[in-house]
Every structure is written in C-alpha cells, then in structure tokens.
C-alpha cells in the first residue's frame, strides 16, 4: 500500500528566504507525482506534475525534483513572497489509483 | 469560462437524511473523481468515474453513491449509512489518461448537524 509522507506538516519563514519541501512516498512504482497548492477552505490549485520518466519540473519561482529510487520528491520555492502562504499537498499516481499526502502548511511572514 | 463548479458551497444535514452534492465540468474531461478531506488526513478517494454510465468505488465508498449520466455532471450523494459524514468534499476531472493532471473544483463543506 502506498503511504505519502510530507515533512513538516508546517513551516513559518521570512519574506524573501528559499525554502524547500519534501514528500516522500513508499511504493517507487508511480506514474507521476504532482505538487498542488491549496488556500483555506478553497480546492486544489495544481503547480507542477513530474512524470515518473522526468527529473524535475519548473513554473516560474517553483522547481520540483523527483527521485523514484529513493521515494523523494522536493518542491522548491525561490525567493518565498506573503501570497505563497498556502497548504502544499504532494499526489502520487500509481496504476488506477492515487494517494495525497497530508500537506505542509506554509506561512511567509512579511 | 472553463472549469469545474461544485454547489452548494456549505450544506447541513440533518441526522438520516440523503443529501447530493453537485459536480459539474465543461472540460470536456472524460473522468471525474471524487474525494473527502479531514483535518490532518490526506484526501481520500472516495468514487471516480472515467466513462459515463460506468464508476468504480474508491477507498472509502461505503455510505456514498454516485451516477455519471452525463460527461459533465457526477453528482456525489452522501446516504444516512455514511457514520461520519462532516467532512470538505472536492469534486476533480481529467481526461482520463494517468498522466493528465487533476482540476478540482472548490469543494463543499458538509456538516451534520
């Protein structure tokens, strides 16, 4: 059974600093691995998909790495802003099925 | 304007009662999927739907039950055997393939009173 894991479960930074957040998954057999953004009581927003052949994805501030063979995935974000302030939830995409992980909660202070 | 609409937004249920939950996509997306979150739980699958007029349980189908009728409507109703009901709900499409990413709609929050 495929578990998510993202650690931690929330992170406070200062406005400006790189910050980077981890998922990491248990079963290494995906298709892909999706990053998705999601505000207080509004749905998910996705932000980068990596297909289980890619290394890494980029949108912008946000870089995304994938390594199977260790069941990681990072989520990079660059010169961190107040409006990134969001739960990030990582999804893993194996055959007919997918599993979130529980999200980490950023807050960037101004 | 595309995209996927879920309504009501907020919906109170009273103790036995059914209550369905709208879902409705113009992306011409071939499946449809819905999911429950808890505070501190990752979302749970719970019924999803790649074809109309066929759907397969997910992880946590019992005391649900959905129809897909239509390709843009796939409607979730939440029966008196679900025990624990209170929960966000969010409605997502795809076109089908494993590799296509997820459009969720806004979700609606569901509390029995």
């Not at chain 2, 505070?39 to 019992?62: C, H, M, T």
């Not at chain 2, 939440?78 to 025990?83: D, G, I, L, M, R």
């Amino acid at each position: 059974k495929q578990e998510v894991t993202q650690i931690p479960a929330a992170l406070s930074v200062p406005e400006g600093e790189n910050l980077v957040l981890n998922c990491s998954f248990t079963d290494s057999a995906i298709y892909n691995l999706q990053w998705f953004r999601q505000d207080p009581g509004k749905g998910l927003t996705s932000l980068l998909l990596i297909q289980s052949s890619q290394r890494e994805q980029t949108s912008g501030r946000l870089n995304a790495s994938l390594d199977k063979s260790s069941g990681r995935s990072t989520l990079y974000i660059a010169a961190s802003q107040p409006g990134d302030s969001a739960t990030y939830l990582c999804a893993v995409w194996g055959y007919q099925k997918v599993t979130f992980g529980t999200g980490t909660k950023l807050q960037v202070i101004p | 304007d595309g995209g996927i609409t879920q309504s009501p937004k907020y919906l109170f249920r009273k103790e036995g009662q059914n209550v369905t939950l709208s879902c409705e996509q113009n992306l011409n997306h071939d499946a449809m999927y819905w999911y429950r979150q808890d505070p501190g739980q990752g979302l749970r699958l719970i019924y999803y739907s790649q074809i109309v007029n066929d759907f397969q349980k997910g992880d946590i189908a019992e005391g649900y039950s959905v129809s897909r009728e239509k390709k843009e409507s796939f409607p979730l109703t939440v029966t008196s055997a679900q025990k624990n009901p209170t929960a966000f709900y969010l409605c997502a499409s795809n076109k089908g393939d494993s590799t296509d990413t997820q459009y969720f709609g806004p979700g609606t929050r569901l509390t029995v009173l």
